[in-house]
Nanobody, 113 residues
Framework: QVQFVESGGGLVQPGESLRLSCVVSGFRVSTKDMNWYRQAPGQQREWVARIFTDSGTQTTHSLEGRFTISRLNTKNTVYLQMNNLEPEDTAVYYC???????WGRGTQVTVSS
């Protein structure tokens, strides 16, 4: 059974960093393109970043330079490193495989002074 368990969120101040984790079960993360999405309060869910099976990555333009997606195959986990966080980054963050309509519960990130 496919399952995504996101963690690593929390309350941080502007300028701080967080690393989110997504532990995947049901398939090997190296075999599918994996994504991070986020949904801010009152907003639609938006795509954040993708890591391809060949380890190439894409990040939404507005977050390039601050957010980095990666994976560790031995832990079957996908990560999102988020640096220099801003209040506008406050959202619930989710991971998802490109070709599966399965979502985890997400992890809440709140950036506030």
């Amino acid at each position: 059974q496919v399952q995504f368990v996101e963690s690593g969120g929390g309350l941080v101040q502007p300028g701080e960093s967080l690393r989110l984790s997504c532990v995947v079960s049901g398939f090997r993360v190296s075999t599918k393109d994996m994504n991070w999405y986020r949904q801010a309060p009152g907003q639609q869910r938006e795509w954040v970043a993708r890591i391809f099976t060949d380890s190439g990555t894409q990040t939404t333009h507005s977050l390039e330079g601050r957010f980095t997606i990666s994976r560790l195959n031995t832990k079957n986990t996908v990560y999102l490193q988020m640096n220099n966080l801003e209040p506008e980054d406050t959202a619930v963050y989710y991971c998802k495989a490109s070709d599966l309509d399965v979502w985890g519960r997400g992890t809440q990130v709140t950036v506030s002074s």
